[in-house]
C-alpha cells in the first residue's frame, strides 16, 4: 500500500499559546507543519522555494501582526512569487475589519478572524480545502 503523503501546511504566527494549539491540532490530522514566528523567515523561505531549495506548502495559514514584518508583506511575497502564487493562504487574525487592506492582485484565499473559529474548526476547513 502507497504511504500517504502528509499536506505541507506553514504556520506564520508568533504567539507561542496559539503555535502550540493550532500545530498539536494539525499534527493529529496527519498535516506536515512548519511554524515560522518571523514574517522574514516566512519570505525567505517562499524565497527558497522560488530557487528550488524549499518544498511548498499546500496551504499558508499567515497572521497579520507579526513582531518584525506586516503580515501584508509576506502575502505581496508569496503572491509575487512564481513558485508560490498558486498557493492557498488563509489570513487568521483578531482584527476585524482589515479585508479592505487587500487589493485584488494580492488578496488571501480566506480571511478568519482567529476568535471566531477553534482550532478543530480551523483543521475540518484546511481538510476541506485540500480535498
Do not use: C
Not at 487592506?101 to 476568535?115: G, L, Q, T
Not at 475540518?124 to 480535498?131: A, D, Q, Y
Amino acid at each position: 500500500m502507497p504511504k500517504e503523503i502528509m499536506k505541507k501546511i506553514f504556520l506564520v504566527e508568533d504567539d507561542v499559546a496559539i503555535i502550540d494549539v493550532y500545530q498539536t491540532m494539525m499534527k493529529k490530522a496527519k498535516f506536515d507543519v512548519r511554524v515560522f514566528n518571523l514574517g522574514e523567515e516566512a519570505i525567505k523561505s517562499i524565497k527558497d522555494i522560488e530557487s528550488g531549495e524549499g518544498e511548498k506548502p499546500d496551504i499558508i495559514l499567515l497572521d497579520l501582526i507579526l513582531p518584525d514584518v506586516d503580515g501584508m508583506e509576506v502575502l505581496k511575497e508569496i503572491r509575487n512569487n512564481n513558485a508560490t502564487k498558486g498557493v492557498k493562504v488563509f489570513i487568521l487574525t483578531n482584527q476585524e475589519n482589515t479585508e479592505s487592506r487587500f487589493d485584488d492582485n494580492v488578496k488571501p484565499d480566506k480571511f478568519i478572524i482567529k476568535a471566531n473559529i477553534t482550532p478543530t474548526q480551523l483543521v475540518e476547513l484546511i481538510k476541506e480545502e485540500l480535498h
